[in-house]
Structures are given as structure tokens and as C-alpha cells.
């Protein structure tokens, strides 16, 4: 690795950072609603990519980080598929 380099999970982390910072500028400003819904947006897509981020190693690969994310993203999916799923279930349980 080159002297001064930072490895790509490092850098992505930091720019996730400002990103969520953004975001929440975006959600707090007052004067446009289209700002606030693109400042949503942005916090949900950040969010769930630093989810996985968050738990990789700041000196990871490129390729390594993208293969963490794709099974996190996989395990989100699956925990909102499941969860959109049983939920008619469950509603049906509670009114009993």
C-alpha cells in the first residue's frame, strides 16, 4: 500500500459520516419540502450502508468491503421481507 493512502473502508466510512451529516441538515432545514425528502432519503440509504460499514475493518479491500456489504444488505432485506411478511399475522393475532 502507498505511504498516505488511506484503504477504501476508511475512506468510505469517513465520507458515510459527512453524508449522514448532510442528511440531517437537509431533514432540519425549514424553507423546502423537496429538501427534506431528499435529506430522508439520503439518512435511509446512508444509514443502512454504514450499518455494514460500521462493522468492517478500517483497512479492509475494496473487494472485501463490497462483499461484506452485499451480505449485509442481504441480511436486511431478508429481516424486512420477513417483517412485511408475518406482519398481517400478527395483526390477526392481536385482535385475537
Known sequence: MKQGVRPFASRVQAILILMLVI???MITQPS???VYRLGLGLLIVTTFVQIAFG???PRTSFRQSMKILGLTLVIISV???VGITIA???IQLGRG
Open 79 to 81: 429481516i424486512f421481507g
Open 55 to 57: 462493522n468492517i475493518d
Open 32 to 34: 423546502s419540502d423537496t
Open 88 to 90: 398481517p399475522y400478527l
Open 23 to 25: 442528511s440531517f441538515v
